[in-house]
Structures are given as C-alpha cells and as structure tokens.
C-alpha cells in the first residue's frame, strides 16, 4: 500500500544517485586515460638521452673526461656495459613475447601511455597480449647508455592492427630501462645481490614523448594494467613461452 511506496522510492533514488556517481567515476576514469594515451600519441618527443644529459649538467657531470660517474667514460662502448643484454631482453619482449625470469627482478615493471603492470606475472602477460598483433621490427633497434644503470633502446615496431592493412601500423619508441643498481637505492634499501644487473623497470615512450606523471594518470594506468592482466588471462589462450 502506501507504506510499501514510501520504502521504494527513497530506495529507487539511492539506486540511482549510486548508478550516477559510478558512471560520472567511469567517465572520469575514461577521460584521464584518453589524455595518458593520448600525449603518447600526439605528445611532443624528448629524447630521453638528452634528458639524461641535461640531469648530468645540472649535476656537473656532462663532460666525460672529467666526470665522476666512471661510467660516461665508457658510454659508447658497446662491450664494456649492459647494452647488449639490455637490447636482447628488449627485442625478445616485444618481438616474441618472452621475458626471461632470470633477466628480470621479481618486482619488474612495465610503464606504457596505456598501462602499468607489476611483477614478472603481469609483465609477462602484457607482452604475450601484444602478440595477438604479430609484432615485427621494421627497423633495426639501436641502444644507448645514459645512466650508470639506465639504457635506452629506440625501436620501431609494426603491428598487425584491426583496419590496419597489410602493412600494419609502425611506432616508434623510446624504452627506457633501468637496472637493479648495486648499492643502495632511492629509498636507501640495499637490493638483493640475486637482483643486481637484471632488469628493473621498463617505460616505453611512444614517439619519445614522456609520461604524464603523478595522480590521477599513474592511479589510472595501473587499474588498466591490472584489468589487462586479468584480461588477457581469461582470453588469450597460453602458448609455450619462447
């Protein structure tokens, strides 16, 4: 009767100011993401070497004859660092979709305009979902050291994309990746010896353009590197890992 209406109305409204507010979070939520992705689409590209050289200056270390990172001296030598490591565990993740256990620390992230995945599990589910897109080089990578454990591998990639054509669609990227350092480290903790050399955390730059950084984007990309890793578990069947 009248009784039962008076219960279902404020009932009914409750219902929907929560349906409202969830979809305004949605929608929130959704246009944060676009402007992520969006600045690396259309951001403008920084050089993530020249980055590196202008923190080097500020620091009074951009001459390498003088400099008192040891590690500028020997910058260009291919052999004498991690370069080669760093491109083949590169090169092997985005073109085959492998990352090897023993290449990175358990704690390994990988930072895109679109996501933010956490350890090995994650990492290595977001780089078996890029297969889907049969990711080929269209040029030859080419890395670069720009810190004592900092590297920066250019590539250029295309992939298979829907409407794409036949030949796909190329981009080109700045990964940057950091190694586990082997003292201490930004937040005064020692890694484990086991971790140090392996890879750390990898950040892709589509054309060279930077992240947007800090709260909401960084918030924003880990709950879509999280639905990505649920995702991809759910949809894309398992193959024997190269």
């Known amino acids: 009767?009248?009784?039962?209406?008076?219960?279902?109305?404020?009932?009914?409204?409750?219902?929907?100011?929560?349906?409202?507010?969830?979809?305004?979070?949605?929608?929130?939520?959704?246009?944060v993401e676009a402007c992520s992705v969006g600045q690396g689409v259309f951001g403008a590209p920084v050089s993530a070497a020249e980055e590196a050289r202008v923190v080097a200056r500020r620091r009074g270390e951009d001459d390498a004859e003088t400099s008192s990172?040891?590690?500028?001296?020997?910058?260009?030598?291919?052999?004498?660092?991690?370069?080669?490591?760093?491109?083949?565990?590169?090169?092997?993740?985005?073109?085959?979709?492998?990352v090897d256990a023993n290449a990175v620390s358990s704690s390994v992230a990988f930072e895109d305009p679109a996501a933010l995945v956490e350890g090995i599990d994650e990492v290595r589910e977001a780089f078996r979902a890029v297969q889907a897109f049969s990711p080929a080089a269209a040029e030859a990578s080419a890395v670069e050291r720009i810190g004592e454990d900092r590297y920066v591998v250019r590539t250029a990639t295309r992939y298979l994309l829907p409407l794409s054509g036949p030949e796909g669609v190329t981009v080109r990227s700045e990964v940057v990746v950091d190694?586990?350092?082997?003292?201490?480290?930004?937040?005064?903790?020692?890694p484990s010896a086991a971790d140090v050399g392996k890879i750390a955390r990898i950040e892709e730059r589509w054309n060279g353009a930077r992240l947007l950084e800090g709260f909401p984007f960084d918030l924003v990309r880990r709950g879509a590197g999280l639905v990505s890793y649920a995702a991809t578990r759910a949809v894309i069947a398992d193959r024997p890992r190269p």
């Open 69 to 98: 990172a040891s590690w500028r001296k020997n910058a260009k030598c291919q052999t004498c660092s991690s370069a080669p490591f760093v491109l083949k565990q590169v090169e092997r993740m985005y073109l085959r979709g492998g």
């Open 1 to 31: 009767g009248a009784f039962g209406n008076v219960v279902a109305m404020p009932t009914a409204h409750a219902t929907s100011t929560i349906a409202g507010a969830l979809a305004r979070t949605l929608i929130g939520l959704s246009v």
């Open 179 to 190: 190694l586990v350092p082997k003292g201490v480290d930004g937040d005064g903790t020692a």
